[in-house]
């Protein structure tokens, strides 16, 4: 038996690694039966690196300091620290032995021959991926390129003359600076690829709307325009289109005929998840839409691509046709997705620099009467191409008070400002309960607290007042869409899925706790009221992993229990039979919950949450609540410790992106 294999399956006993971790090293072995140490280890390390959402394995901290890069155990530090004395000493060792093996390809000097693991990287930062992700990452970086590289023509003076009525009453005095929303549009004007980002309340979807108008408005055959709406999940999608047709509406009354908001709106149907844009398989990781067979579509808005993992990334640009332009709207300072990748976050890493070159700004100039500041203007080397099509929006007009406060602390990494907002915060918008335990998780779902009265016992109490029996069923449906309303008040986030503190534990725990109030009946799996999330994509059914809806009586007794979901104004059911890839949703991990707004938001911190506690899952479910935000800690500190600890993904893409000597991403 190899030692070293034997090493990592102990590893894998231990819960250290995962056993597909040492599965895939044992693997490498029976392709390469003379594979160093240094190979198998690697091996087993980038596959459980891409388990927490990497892309890639870095070489240099990984050989120079394993303990700060993995962040194991104590225990598990101390014999990772001894078995790193049997190994290769120094990165270019380990380069030598991953060289030396017919299993890893080296990037840019040899053929694709179907090896498992590929080296890219540069000499100074060699990267190792699986063949995957390196072959998505690839096809992420050429899109990109070609997307980028040159402008596309603008009539300057037309978008001015557009760009100045649809931003009329939006007129930003002096002392505010720089529209950056009316900048975001003239940029994207010329582009095939655009990126806008920024926070709660400044603006994306806004900014995305006139966009559209804009577009509308200077193209020649508007009627033939043709427009898709897409986000990660159902209910990220429905809020997109419904933010965009309230925006259009505004626009419509306050441009009246100049522009046929109302048909261009109707043309553009209703917003889709990306699975189902693409045309999601059964049983395949495939789509019906590809490169070969590609979308039809001339304008593509992607909402909360912060979400969007690079496998997804890859496909979605493979199946935009070559003249389309896409539109990527996202917080860059969220969650990255729960794959692997944190695309938006590469993206957007010098958002907040700008880096705009001469030229961008003199275009911005004429074409939307905006001037750049010169802070924001590359002074030294070559601007980055991808930021000539990246617009950060800076100002929230929505999100103020503690609630904004919290998060901007948070996201800067001050834990004493946070400390500070939570302390001191008169309206009681946001309030901590440190040191407290799940019934006190509990106790929020059930009645709410001073100063944030929405929970659960809001919906349940619409749904013990069903409407009579009227023939045509509209009672039945302004029936089911309060009682859906109300269960988006409030919600219950966690950071992990397990255990009592995670979203399983305290799924049952509110559960019960209702049950024993009276305010849930029934027994057995399905029970009307019982919140569902869907967990697998589902074509046919035309539900998709995300979805959240409500389990309840059908329109008549023949109809039996259904699951009701709300795509904006529109209601969708299915049988509850029908749905076998659900989770009950009374508690939901943060991850999950992107893409929506709670008015009562509860974010539980765990004791012993290790990597998972950042500063990145904080902000986010700061983020998610409208009104009132409470934050459940199962002891003092957790909330420093989040704040302090910053998510990297390893990724190349950045690189690969920017201009230079290793641009090929070869090591």
């Known amino acids: 038996m190899n030692t070293t294999l034997t090493t990592l399956r102990q590893w894998s006993d231990a819960g250290w690694l995962r056993r597909l971790d040492s599965a895939l090293a044992a693997f490498v072995l029976e392709l390469d039966p003379q594979a160093p140490p240094a190979l198998l280890v690697a091996t087993a390390l980038l596959a459980h690196m891409e388990g927490r959402g990497h892309t890639c394995l870095p070489l240099e901290p990984l050989v120079r300091d394993p ?25 270019q060792a380990w380069i030598a032995a991953l060289q030396a093996s017919p299993v890893v390809r080296q990037a840019g000097l040899q053929a694709d021959a179907g090896q498992p693991l590929v080296l890219g990287g540069s000499p100074a930062a060699p990267l190792l991926y699986l063949r995957r992700y390196w072959s998505d990452e690839t096809r992420v970086v050429q899109a990109l390129v070609a997307r980028t590289a040159t402008p596309q023509p603008v009539e300057e003076a037309l978008a001015r003359q557009w760009l100045d009525r649809l931003f009329a009453s939006d007129a930003v005095v002096p002392e505010r600076g720089v529209d950056w929303q009316k900048v975001a549009c003239a940029i994207a004007l010329r582009s095939r690829l655009s990126v806008i980002t920024g926070g709660p309340g ?54 009246g005929d100049a522009l046929d908001l109302h048909a261009f709106a109707r043309r553009m149907g209703a917003a889709r998840t990306l699975h189902g ?99 924001f203007l590359q002074v030294q080397g070559a601007p980055p191409a991808l930021a000539q099509h990246t617009v950060m929006l800076r100002e929230s007009r929505r999100f103020g008070g503690p609630i904004g406060q919290l998060a901007l602390a948070v996201n800067q990494g001050d834990g004493a400002a946070a400390r500070q907002v939570l302390a001191h915060d008169a309206t009681q918008a946001v309030l901590a309960l440190e040191g407290s ?54 919600r219950l986030l966690c950071a992990v899925r397990e255990g009592e503190w995670g979203a399983a534990g305290l799924n049952r725990a509110a559960e019960a706790a209702l049950r024993a109030a009276g305010l849930l009946g029934g027994h057995g799996e399905w029970y009307a009221g019982r919140p569902v999330m869907v967990t697998r994509n589902d074509a046919a059914l035309g539900v998709f992993n995300g979805d959240i809806g409500i389990a309840l009586p059908g329109a008549s007794a023949q109809a039996g229990l259904r699951v009701y979901f709300a795509d ?61 935000f409470t934050l ?30 290793t641009a090929d991403g070869g090591c």
């Open 632 to 661: 459940v800690a199962a002891q003092p500190g957790l909330l420093a410790q989040a704040v302090q600890a910053r998510t990297q993904r390893a990724s190349g893409l950045r690189e690969r992106l920017e201009p230079g000597p």
């Open 202 to 255: 400044t603006g994306k979807t806004y900014t995305a709307a006139r966009l559209l108008a804009l577009l509308a408005a200077v193209d020649p055959q508007p009627e033939r325009l043709r427009v898709a709406l897409a986000a990660p999940t159902g209910k990220a999608a429905a809020r997109l289109k419904q933010s965009i047709d309230a925006a259009l509406e505004e626009l419509q009354q306050r441009l």
């Open 277 to 375: 844009l693409l045309g999601a398989r059964p049983d395949t990781r495939h789509f019906r839409h590809h490169a070969a067979y590609p979308l039809d579509v001339d304008v593509l808005i992607v909402d909360e691509a912060s979400m969007v993992h690079l496998e997804m990334m890859a496909a979605l640009l493979d199946a935009l046709p070559a003249g389309a332009r896409v539109v990527f709207l996202g917080d860059k300072d969220q969650l990255a997705s729960v794959e692997a990748g944190a695309v938006l976050g590469d993206l957007c890493r010098d958002a907040q620099a700008g880096r705009y070159s001469d030229d961008t700004a003199r275009y911005v100039l004429r074409a939307a009467g905006e001037r750049i500041p010169a802070q």
């Open 437 to 490: 335990d799940p019934a006190a998780v509990v106790r929020l779902a059930l009645q709410g607290r001073p100063g944030a009265s929405a929970c659960y016992r809001d919906y349940l109490t619409c749904m013990a007042q069903p409407p009579a029996d009227v023939p045509d069923g509209l009672a039945h449906e302004d029936w089911v869409r309060r009682v859906l309303t109300a269960f988006e008040r409030f």
């Open 568 to 628: 904006g104004p529109q209601l969708r059911s299915v049988g509850v039979a029908r749905l076998a890839h659900v989770e009950t949703a009374f508690a939901m991990t943060v991850h999950k919950s992107q893409g929506s707004e709670f008015e009562h938001t509860v974010l539980v911190l765990p004791p012993r949450a290790g990597a998972v506690l950042g500063r990145e899952l904080v902000y986010t479910g700061i983020t998610r609540a409208r009104q009132a």
């Open 67 to 91: 303990g700060a890069l993995l962040g194991w155990p104590t225990d598990a530090q101390a014999a990772l620290q001894d078995f790193w004395q049997t190994l290769p000493d120094g990165p």
